[in-house]
């Protein structure tokens, strides 16, 4: 198994720019997420899926958009990048059961906006 | 709902030991527990349940306290691996398991020889 996976590894973009980062898990988990990361701040919840075609916001969805149409791919979209996008993007995946598991992640995708 | 960590930082001498407390303002389901090294990905501790179980891997053990909505991470006898940014992972009881899992801001940690 590949686990989680994520594209592009690092990205630069220019303010204004849109973009998709990919995330895919061979895993067959119905539970999957996005995070940021900033110094200081933590791991931020932005988006959360418990299914193919069932997605909910989390602590910080604004600017971002997610789709689930598929159990294998969470891709996260940047609509209009902005300075304040700069950050590393985790993805993660777990299985959804009678009981909580625990949550892998992919290795990360690091952006630069400009 | 953010998870509350402390201390952010501990610089350790190897063999000694350690205690990293999480604090929610919400009753939990879970709380979770990762540790980050530099430019990698976090990879999972342990995970408890709400019940006041404790749980243990290898020389780190973790408690969960349901009515304090707190969780403590003991790191006993630390090693140079021990080194990397420690992070509570919390889940809000809403009558089972979810796939909202909430993290806290972390805590560094360093062992040094």
């Known amino acids: 198994n590949a686990g989680v996976t994520q594209t592009p590894k690092f990205q630069v973009l220019k303010t204004g720019q849109s973009m998709t980062l990919q995330c895919a898990q061979d895993?067959?988990?119905?539970?999957m997420s996005w995070y940021r990361q900033d110094p200081g701040m933590g791991l931020r919840l932005i988006h959360y899926?418990?299914?193919?075609?069932?997605?909910d916001q989390g602590e910080v969805p604004n600017g971002y958009n997610v789709s689930r149409s598929t159990t294998e791919d969470f891709p996260l979209r940047l609509l209009s990048a902005a300075p304040s996008q700069t950050s590393v993007y985790f993805c993660?995946?777990?299985?959804?059961?009678?009981?909580?598991?625990?949550?892998?992640f992919g290795p990360g995708t690091r952006l630069t906006v400009t | 709902q953010q998870p509350v960590q402390s201390p952010q930082a501990v610089i350790l001498r190897e063999g000694e030991d350690a205690v990293i407390n999480c604090s929610s303002s919400?009753?939990?389901?879970?709380v979770h527990w990762y540790r980050q090294k530099h430019g990698e990905a976090p990879v999972f501790l342990m995970i408890?349940?709400?019940?006041?179980e404790q749980k243990g891997h290898e020389k780190i053990s973790a408690s969960f306290n349901e009515k304090k909505q707190q969780s403590s991470l003991y790191l006993t006898a630390s090693q140079l691996s021990y080194s990397g940014t420690y992070f509570c992972?919390?889940?809000?009881?809403?009558?089972?398991?979810?796939?909202?899992?909430?993290f806290g801001t972390g805590t560094l940690l360093a062992v040094q020889p």
């Open positions: 919400k009753a939990l389901y879970s």
């Open positions: 408890l349940l709400k019940g006041g």
């Open positions: 992972g919390t889940e809000i009881n809403y009558g089972g398991a979810t796939n909202k899992l909430i």
């Open positions: 899926s418990v299914g193919a075609g069932i997605t």
């Open positions: 895993m067959n988990h119905e539970y």
């Open positions: 993660a995946s777990r299985p959804r059961g009678d009981r909580t598991y625990e949550q892998y």
